[in-house]
């Protein structure tokens, strides 16, 4: 064939692209590949640079070992690769006897060094095909780099032409890359680990089996995920065009790679263990750090830069690289180019990542200083111009003022968006509420504190305005939100003179890739909330007392009732969210001011104190001093320790939910928070901000969840907008979407509905699960498989995966919002979680999980009720009472249109009359309603009632935003919509006859 489709063309076009740029072709094979699979070393090579680069130190060595020098050489180096780590040897050598050796040279920051840069040249890159390692098995990888013999990056290479993606190369390192073998251990050898197609790339610094996590070493595409189409060649070739270039990777390992150490902590708080994190940059970071780099040495001091990458997307490192890179900046005469670089910062975790990073880029202490006392130390440093300067926004007046003192010297101010982490800092001008305000009032009055106080990104814009332009300052400020302001400040003008960013990883992009999670993927705004519990629990057949509590919650929602919602969110709170993540999953409830924040602790303690839930606990979070009727509360008192301790103690088992008035609503890290409920008006950054809360991911989180009080759905998206080109929020799902998913299913004739009863029956049997059951399970599915290889088409198998797919995500969002008492429905729930698994897959297609919130809802409540177990045991014709043995009555079931005819008696309010406007919008909506008017037709007006009420409550319902005292009134008073329904109704059925006669 003239075209090689195969995975060797494309390793074929790799090597030779490195070879031409310099590297050496390598194949490991004979006495070098027994050696390899020994050491996991390219050992000639490395004898080679070590010969070639420090003859005098090899032959004082050779004179102590004699015959065994290469040997004891290999073993030492083994020792200290084993017990430091690669990237530390390679960047400081080893030693042996008193004599240094050193595996790889950096690249000199001045080219004035000839020696320097002499020795830099000799280094040894090599690129090898389908390496063999490990003396018990045969395998190989695609493709290997080195440097001087050391295993740098690991390649496997999927192709799309063989039917393969890169999620195959994924697969291939998790399932057939034993993390024991030399190569692949931890920070022993292989520092990078690729997995390749030509569309797309993913990485790990750490073989896990399946529990390694993979990140995209993407560089985007319009603004999403992927790669832009390149000309006459790969999407990704810049891995082996750009990254994997000599230049590239040893600054990638001298100046990028650094090792990540964090504390281990148990249930109750206290450390346990050291976690250790190989970094390695992500396209976006490393493309940012080398961008801005490039553009100070073109451009020189007194430029500004804006980096707006998303949230979630590293900006932690991103920053300490990039302080790092500017420090280490020199000019053509070989001087420093600036004398300091400072960091404004008010997030812990940054100084001592910062600091760590340095010292392993380094080796050396001193260079970094964090200012913790005042301002004095902060005028010493600057004086005895410290390298790198961490300190906070409050002496950024101070700052600006000494540098403008110092005129002959450089700085470089880097400006980190989340100096308000924690919330709390700029929010201590609110003193006290006075105790005889009400929430209303209190709402207002923290809401004017908010505005008053100056906003942080202007208060740092007006110092810079008011110490005049300074050319020997470059400020490079990171956010993810920009305003207008900071972008009018910082941006860099384009071609139509407005101001944009000087690079972007967008929001969009980091979700698409998968690293941050779509936080209005599953959003509910109060009124879609109602409307959809109204239709989940539209006429089934359930028990009285129980769908009366349950719709009686929902219409009590409307007014600003906190003991209500309080039930609403811990209920859903232990239905839902507890069991998300493992079982370890949080909430942020967001409050409208303080006083409502302290509100909300007391209800949510009285709540669970009243029911004895002993699985949860709220914690609050709020500045200064609340005063409530004469008591003072502050937030240390209420949670009963310090403030600082407020995040360890969240991220422990022992607090479930985060109550916040302010605090916390922007930079807080804690990849457990799965559920917001919002009780706050929220727009523009503030609502991004706060609902980014959620989106870190973190293993066994698979969604979020919002619950919104408060905001319209429409103003969320207006202010994600900008920052997010494609949103994913929806006004409202139909529940009735399930039945036309099922008749779509249904008709693919692939199961029966004995098969998924048979399945049912199994699942909830109620006894152990044994290895018969599986066999049977398997028995029964295999009839469906079989029908659906041999009757569908390809694009109909598809079809139905896609369809079965949608119905299991559907049914399990609909049943956050509350219990779906369709008993049917759920079995196919059940049976087609079962039934996807088993279906032959196509390459690359991943499988989807069932909720487990779904399944343990119906096992919880629906079993014990027993209108599953009597369908199990095959007694359809008996009440479940027959198998009940003595148990309680059957519990009286009846249409929910009387039992929300009932509730409403109890509303009774006086309205006389109403907004005839609103009045007119109901009859023309139900007037216009094609179904109906067939139904008008077909029926008696009697029968045609049903219908009729139906849609009057969806219209009313689905008007509330429009004229909601009136609406409203009609939810709440069922004598007041009795009347309105029969006053309209001979209007109504004569508009709808006439539509159709």
């Not at 950024?396 to 101010?413: Q, S």
């Not at 384009?494 to 209005?520: N, T």
């Not at 500045?623 to 937030?635: A, Y």
């Not at 152990?768 to 569908?792: C, H, M």
Request: glycine share 6%; proline share 2%; net charge neutral.
């Amino acid at each position: 064939m003239a075209i090689d489709y195969t995975e060797k063309g494309l390793e074929t076009n790799i090597e030779d692209c490195l070879v031409q740029s310099g590297y050496r072709s390598r194949r490991i094979e004979g006495n070098a590949l027994d050696d390899f699979k020994k050491y996991a070393l390219d050992v000639e090579i490395l004898f080679e640079f070590l010969e070639s680069t420090q003859p005098k130190e090899m032959e004082r060595l050779r004179k102590v070992y004699t015959e065994q020098f290469r040997t004891k050489i290999l073993e030492r180096l083994t020792k200290e690769l084993n017990s430091r780590g690669m990237i530390d040897c390679i960047r400081h050598g080893i030693k042996d006897y008193g004599v240094t050796l050193k595996l790889a040279y950096n690249q000199p920051v001045s080219y004035m060094n000839k020696t320097l840069t002499e020795m830099y040249t000799k280094n040894i890159f090599t690129i090898s095909r389908q390496v063999y390692y490990g003396s018990q098995n045969n395998n190989s990888i695609d493709m290997l780099v080195s440097l001087n013999g050391l295993p740098i990056v690991v390649l496997e290479l999927k192709n799309h032409l063989t039917n393969q993606t890169v999620d195959d190369a994924k697969r291939q390192y998790m399932n057939d890359r034993d993390p024991k073998e030399l190569l692949f251990q931890f920070k022993k050898r292989a520092v990078v680990f690729f997995a390749v197609d030509p569309d797309e790339i993913y990485m790990t610094t750490h073989l896990e089996k399946e529990r390694t996590f993979f990140l995209p070493f993407n560089k985007g595409n319009n603004g999403g995920k992927g790669n832009p189409v390149v000309v006459a060649d790969y999407r990704t070739s810049y891995l082996w065009r750009e990254i994997l270039l000599k230049n590239s990777l040893v600054e990638i390992l001298f100046r990028f790679v650094f090792v990540k150490q964090e504390d281990i902590r148990d249930s109750t708080g206290e450390i346990i263990d050291k976690k250790e994190t190989v970094i390695f940059p992500r396209y976006h970071q490393l493309d940012a750090v080398r961008k801005i780099e490039d553009d100070v040495k073109r451009f020189g001091v007194g430029t500004n830069f804006l980096v707006q990458h998303s949230a979630g997307s590293g900006k932690t490192n991103s920053i300490s690289w990039l302080a790092h890179r500017l420090a280490k900046l020199h000019d053509h005469e070989d001087n420093a180019l600036y004398k300091s670089v400072i960091v404004i910062t008010d997030r812990r975790v940054l100084d001592k990542q910062l600091q760590d990073a340095v010292y392993q880029l380094e080796h050396k202490a001193g260079m970094v200083a964090k200012i913790d006392k005042d301002s004095s130390q902060l005028a010493s440093e600057l004086v005895n111009n410290t390298r790198i300067i961490i300190t906070t926004l409050q002496k950024f007046p101070f700052i600006m003022e000494k540098v403008g003192e110092f005129a002959r010297g450089k700085y470089a101010i880097i400006i980190d968006e989340a100096h308000s982490s924690q919330g709390g800092k700029a929010a201590t001008a609110m003193t006290t509420i006075l105790s005889d305000k009400t929430l209303e009032e209190a709402l207002e009055a923290d809401r004017i504190a908010e505005e008053n106080l100056e906003d942080i990104d202007e208060r740092i814009i007006e110092t810079i305005a008011k110490s005049g332009k300074q050319d020997n300052i470059s400020f490079f400020a990171f956010t993810a939100t920009p305003k207008a302001k900071t972008l009018e400040k910082f941006g860099r003008k384009g071609e139509d003179g407005k101001p944009r960013a000087f690079h972007v990883y967008s929001m969009r992009q980091a979700i698409e890739e998968g690293f941050i999670h779509d936080v209005l993927k599953n959003y509910m705004t109060y009124k879609t909330f109602y409307k959809v519990a109204k239709k989940i629990d539209d006429d089934p057949e359930v028990a009285s007392k129980k769908a009366s509590k349950q719709i009686a919650k929902y219409v009590s929602l409307h007014p600003h009732n906190i003991a209500q919602k309080t039930e609403i969110m811990i209920e859903h709170f232990r239905r839902v969210t507890r069991r998300k993540i493992g079982g370890r999953a949080k909430a942020m409830v967001v409050t409208s001011s303080r006083l409502h924040a302290v509100k909300y602790k007391q209800a949510f303690d009285k709540y669970i104190k009243d029911k004895g839930y002993d699985d949860m606990k709220a914690v609050v979070a709020f500045s200064g001093t609340v005063e409530d009727k004469g008591v003072s509360f502050t937030e240390p008192l209420m949670n009963g320790f310090g403030e600082k301790e407020l995040p360890d103690k969240f991220h422990t088992d022992e607090y479930r939910v985060l109550l916040v008035a302010e605090k916390y609503q922007t930079g807080f890290d804690e990849p457990l928070l799965h559920t917001m409920y919002v009780d706050k008006k929220l727009d523009g950054i503030k609502a991004v901000q706060t609902l980014s809360r959620l989106n870190r991911t973190c293993k066994g989180k698979n969604d979020t969840f919002v619950l919104d009080f408060v905001n319209e759905a429409d103003e969320i998206k207006e202010a994600f907008q900008p920052y997010y080109e494609v949103t994913g929020l929806e006004e409202t799902t139909n529940p009735n979407l399930l039945y036309d998913i099922q008749r779509e299913l249904d008709a693919f004739q692939i199961y029966t509905a004995e098969e998924i009863q048979d399945v049912c029956k199994l699942e909830f049997s109620g006894k152990k699960k044994t290895s018969k059951t599986q066999e049977k399970l398997n028995a029964i599915l295999d009839f469906a498989v079989e029908r659906f290889k041999k009757d569908l088409t390809k694009e109909q198998q598809e079809d139905f995966k896609s369809a079965s797919s949608k119905y299991i995500r559907t049914y399990s969002f609909i049943l956050q919002i509350g219990p779906f008492a369709d008993v049917e429905l759920h079995k196919l729930y059940v049976y087609l979680n079962f039934l996807l698994k088993k279906l032959p897959k196509h390459v690359s297609e991943s499988v989807y999980l069932a909720d487990e919130v779904a399944l343990e809802y119906y096992r919880n409540t629906m079993i014990f009720e027993g209108s599953i177990a009597l369908e199990v045991q095959g007694g359809s014709e008996l009440k479940p009472t027959s198998h009940g043995g003595g148990g309680g009555q059957e519990e009286e079931t009846e249409k929910l249109s009387s039992i929300i005819s009932r509730l409403n008696d109890r509303f009774g309010t006086d309205f006389s009359e109403t907004d005839r406007l609103s009045y007119e919008q109901i009859v023309e909506d139900i007037i216009n309603n094609s179904d109906l008017a067939q139904k008008a037709k077909n029926n008696t007006k009697e029968n045609f009632k049903f219908s009729y009420e139906k849609a009057f409550l969806d219209i009313v319902i689905g008007r509330m935003g429009q004229n909601e005292k009136f609406f409203m009134k009609i939810l709440e008073d069922s004598d007041f919509k009795a009347t309105v329904m029969d006053f309209m109704f001979e209007e109504i059925y004569k508009g709808l006859q006439n539509r159709v006669s």
